[in-house]
């Protein structure tokens, strides 16, 4: 097939402008970015469920919190036990010598377990800023390029001094392939951006639930 007549991706990208190539290039990357983002992302919520999961188990199996936090210890690996070491930790840390408890110790507990689910959920949300960059500005990216590249047909076009399609299409075709690209970034990145920033959400607030009931069993035993 002749190289003016072939319309491969391949040939439309390497009849390209220099400019119209930075572009496909750049939305080429991006793409490889969005999607190198949501695997790792599926990843690590698939992860944090299965471990809230364990832990919730533990958590209400009755065993006693001081012996929980003994097996876990102040540093453990997983989210959910980090949230519950802070407070068992801050817990500790509010009693005397003498056993009794510290004034202003439930404060203390709420604060640092929030500080512990801030921590996680900025963990949860680390690369989904990407994603909603991408899928907001990949198509205007893509129009940048597709408006340069007609441009450039249309200079084409009239050195040619000819409307005949074989002299329009090429052109035309390059320059649409940047906004197809810009397209192929945006869409995957958009729609999982949604989906993981709610699978985010939904874990966040499973933590939070966890911080209320621990306040909870706390409060009990501060009361008795």
Request: glycine share 6%; with cysteine.
């Amino acid at each position: 097939m002749d190289v003016a007549t072939d319309y491969t991706m391949w040939a439309l990208f390497a009849r390209a402008t220099i400019i119209v190539k930075l572009v496909m290039i750049m939305l080429l990357v991006a793409s490889v970015w969005c999607w190198a983002v949501i695997v790792d992302k599926f990843l690590q919520f698939r992860k944090a469920r299965a471990e809230a999961a364990i832990f919730d188990r533990a958590f209400w199996s009755g065993e006693p919190l001081d012996e929980l936090f003994d097996e876990v210890g102040p540093s453990p690996s997983g989210p959910s036990q980090r949230i519950f070491a802070s407070g068992m930790l801050e817990w500790r840390r509010s009693h005397r010598q003498d056993g009794a408890l510290i004034a202003g110790a439930q404060a203390r507990i709420d604060r640092s377990m929030d500080v512990a689910i801030a921590k996680e959920a900025a963990s949860l949300q680390k690369g989904l800023p990407i994603l909603a960059t991408v899928g907001s500005t990949a198509p205007f990216v893509g129009l940048f390029g597709t408006v340069w590249g007609i441009m450039n047909a249309f200079i084409e076009i009239a050195e040619a001094q000819s409307t005949n399609l074989a002299v329009v299409a090429p052109g035309i075709a390059e320059a649409l392939l940047a906004t197809g690209l810009g397209l192929l970034a945006a869409i995957p990145a958009v729609i999982f951006y949604n989906k993981l920033s709610a699978d985010s959400d939904r874990i966040i607030a499973g933590y939070e639930a966890f911080a209320d009931e621990f306040h909870t069993i706390l409060s009990r035993q501060l009361d008795s």
